[in-house]
């Protein structure tokens, strides 16, 4: 059974930071594309960021330059450090695993974890 399960959300002032963490399991991870989305109430969910197999990274423009992603492919966890959080961040981050050649089309998906940030 595949599991993604998503860690180190809270609350934090504008201005702070939070790493958020993705254990996954169930799945090869290493040959996995790994990416960090995020969705408001009445809003799309929205890529925040993607890294690849070989750990190259792409982000949204609003995640340049303040949010970076990387990954344990011996741990299975993939991880999001956000600097200079601003309210305009605050939203329910999602883990998602997708393979070109793995698992189902839309990939899997973690359960969330909120993410508020307070001016």
């Known amino acids: 059974q595949v599991q993604l399960v998503e860690s180190g959300g809270g609350l934090v002032q504008s201005g702070g930071s939070l790493r958020l963490s993705c254990a996954a399991s169930g799945i090869i991870f290493s040959i996995y594309t790994m990416g960090w989305y995020r969705q408001v109430p009445g809003k799309q969910r929205e890529m925040v960021a993607h890294i690849a197999t070989g750990g190259s990274t792409n982000y949204a423009d609003f995640a340049k330059g303040r949010f970076t992603a990387s990954r344990d492919n011996a741990k299975n966890t993939v991880y999001l450090q956000m600097n200079s959080l601003r309210p305009e961040d605050t939203a329910v981050y999602y883990c998602?695993?997708?393979?070109?050649?793995?698992?189902?089309?839309?990939?899997?998906w973690g359960q969330g974890t909120q993410v508020t940030v307070s001016s």
């Open positions: 998602h695993a997708t393979s070109v050649l793995y698992g189902p089309v839309g990939g899997y």
